[in-house]
């Protein structure tokens, strides 16, 4: 059973980019059929279009939550969305597509949880001094990264090479469990 899923990013997109290589190594249960960025300069969304999945910028800023999150919603639905994956998305997830959506948006947070939640989860963990941080996927609620873990392990924090090494670390972590998470949850919704 494969699951239409939607990706939102904010910036960069390495992670959607570890999940589109998957998907087309076949190792993925959903299937990305739309990319959604609040940001225009998402490289994200360069990515997106060069797998040849159809990308989208919606104007966030400025603008009141719902209305936005109903433009949002229009393209889901649009684009028959059964599924909404975070992928470096820095916005909070409002009633709108959490109502939508109930139990089917996924996070990825570089911490493990409910350590260093919030926007900067690997810096807070290297400030912290701590010997390993992590890596959770969860599902979304109205907390900032309080919703059930789907999938989350350890990473040691590298001896050697600063916050860079930490930071590469968390993220080869990512690309190694987003996927595998994903899975987990396409299969928990279909039981």
């Known amino acids: 059973m494969t699951v239409r899923a939607a990706v939102f ?4 997109g390495t992670n959607l980019e570890a ?25 994200g969304l360069q990515r997106a279009a060069s797998h040849g999945i159809p ?27 059964e599924m909404i ?8 997830v ?9 139990g089917a948006i996924l996070n990825i947070h570089p911490a493990y949880l409910p350590e260093f939640p919030g926007a900067h989860g690997i810096r807070d963990a290297w400030e912290a001094g701590v010997k390993e941080t992590g890596v959770t996927v969860h599902y979304v609620d109205e907390g900032v990264d ?10 040691p924090v590298p ?6 090494a930490m930071e590469a670390a968390v993220h080869a972590k990512e690309y190694d469990l987003f996927w595998r998470a994903v ?3 396409v299969s928990h919704q279909h039981k």
């Not at 999940?19 to 490289?43: C, H, M, W, Y």
Request: aromatic share 6%; net charge negative.
């Open 159 to 164: 001896e050697t090479g600063g916050l860079e």
């Open 183 to 185: 899975n987990k949850a």
């Open 55 to 81: 990308a989208h910028y919606v104007p966030a800023r400025g603008r009141p939550k719902a209305e936005y999150e109903t433009e949002v919603l229009h393209i889901l639905q649009e684009a028959g969305v």
């Open 19 to 43: 999940l589109l290589k998957r998907q087309e190594a076949g190792d993925l249960q959903a299937q990305i059929v739309t990319v959604i960025s609040d940001n225009p300069d998402a490289f």
């Open 9 to 12: 990013v904010s910036g960069s």
């Open 94 to 102: 409002g009633p709108t597509l959490l109502n939508a959506w109930p």
């Open 85 to 92: 994956i975070l992928a470096g998305y820095m916005r909070f």
């Open 146 to 155: 309080t919703g059930p873990v789907i999938l989350q392990e350890r990473v």
